[in-house]
DNA sequence: GCCTTATGCTCAC
DNA sequence: TGAGCCTAAGGCT
């Protein structure tokens, strides 16, 4: 259930298990995984993360795209593989693996911990195999059609490949020739991989940015400043399988390590005292995801309220969902 | 055990 | 714009 810090950490951990090394990549157990057989038996030689999505690329003109969704997850382990579960299951696994005595031997793990520098906290040998359950995506892509999916992403915060996805200048351009609302904006996969539902309602809180001011209303060294943060910010995404937002100054505890329920600012704190001015966090359905934010530190101005449903450009997902009698603010 | 919710995306209409 | 797909955890009865 990843946003682009989760892709980027599984990319990175799966380069220093797998890369280089011939890999057994099997279908599930109803074989809805077709593409199995394309690549199995053969080396892995990079693994590509833009955005949310994964590509292996076993050739110059084979890759093993993987999306994980909402629900998507890997689990890694040694030794013997578990038992097959869910309806779309692969399985990466290194040939000759889990032949060799070990002493975590069968034991899966599902490690989402990274140390605060990013780095991985445990040795990549003794991974054997990494199974994927849940992807949205699991398939094999062509060169022109892995191009063709980087062609249409807009740029990574976190991607720093030569030919780039990194240029945050296209998405600014973007942005402020829009007069959608910039919470809708920023979850946008062609303006800006990467970013998902909490990142979007904690960079938005971090910059005091009201989430339906239409893009081109937004000032260009706001949207510097976003970018600039969400670097740090997605880096050290993870903690203890937490993405945690807040900084130590505004947590009520204090403390250096974030304690359950102080890892955002307002993500599903709606309903709570914001921790930095006490008014109560509102909530909406927008555009079919739940935004979240703080009606005083990002000020809901008549003005762009009246703007935004003007151009029907932010809340008509919010609109519907009312007329449908599902809870909106509270 | 059932229901709701959730870090996403595509496609048909 | 709504339906559909996929998994897991937590709250409730």
């Not at 076993?58 to 593989?81: A, I, N």
Request: charged fraction near 30%; proline fraction near 7%; hydrophobic fraction near 30%.
């Amino acid at each position: 259930m990843p946003e682009g810090n989760e892709i980027h950490r599984w990319a990175a951990r799966h380069t220093a298990a797998f890369v280089g090394k011939k890999l057994n990549v099997l279908p599930g157990p109803n074989h809805r995984f077709i593409d199995a057989h394309l690549v199995d038996g053969k080396k892995l030689l990079k693994v590509h993360a833009v955005g949310k999505h994964l590509g292996y690329e076993f050739g110059p003109d084979l890759y093993l795209h993987v999306h994980l969704g909402r629900f998507g997850d890997f689990t890694e382990g040694c030794g013997p593989l578990p038992e097959p579960k869910g309806a779309l299951r692969a399985v990466l696994q290194r040939a000759g693996a889990g032949k060799k005595s070990r002493s975590q031997k069968g034991q899966p793990h599902n490690l989402t911990c990274a140390n605060d520098d990013g780095t991985q906290p445990f040795p990549p040998e003794e991974v054997d195999w990494c199974e994927l359950r849940g992807p949205t995506d699991c398939s094999v892509y062509d060169a022109a059609k892995w191009q063709a999916l980087l062609d249409r992403l807009g740029p990574d915060p976190l991607a720093h490949e030569p030919g780039g996805h990194d240029d945050p200048q296209r998405a600014y351009d973007k942005i402020l020739s829009k007069k959608t609302s910039i919470g809708e904006l920023l979850m946008d996969q062609s303006i800006l991989s990467g970013i998902g539902n909490i990142y979007r309602a904690e960079l938005l809180f971090r910059h005091r940015l009201n989430p339906f001011t239409p893009g081109e209303q937004v000032e260009l060294k706001t949207l510097k400043s976003i970018w600039k943060d969400s670097i740090p910010l997605l880096k050290a995404g993870m903690v203890d399988r937490r993405i945690v937002c807040t900084d130590r100054k505004d947590r009520p505890s204090g403390k250096a390590v974030a304690e359950r329920g102080e890892e955002h600012y307002v993500y599903r704190r709606h309903g709570k005292p914001c921790f930095v001015c006490g008014e109560t966090i509102l909530r909406k359905d927008v555009a079919g995801r739940t935004l979240y934010w703080c009606p005083n530190d990002q000020q809901t101005t008549n003005e762009q309220n009246d703007t935004a449903y003007a151009q029907g450009t932010s809340l008509r997902a919010g609109r519907a969902a009312e007329k449908k009698g599902r809870r909106s603010a509270p």
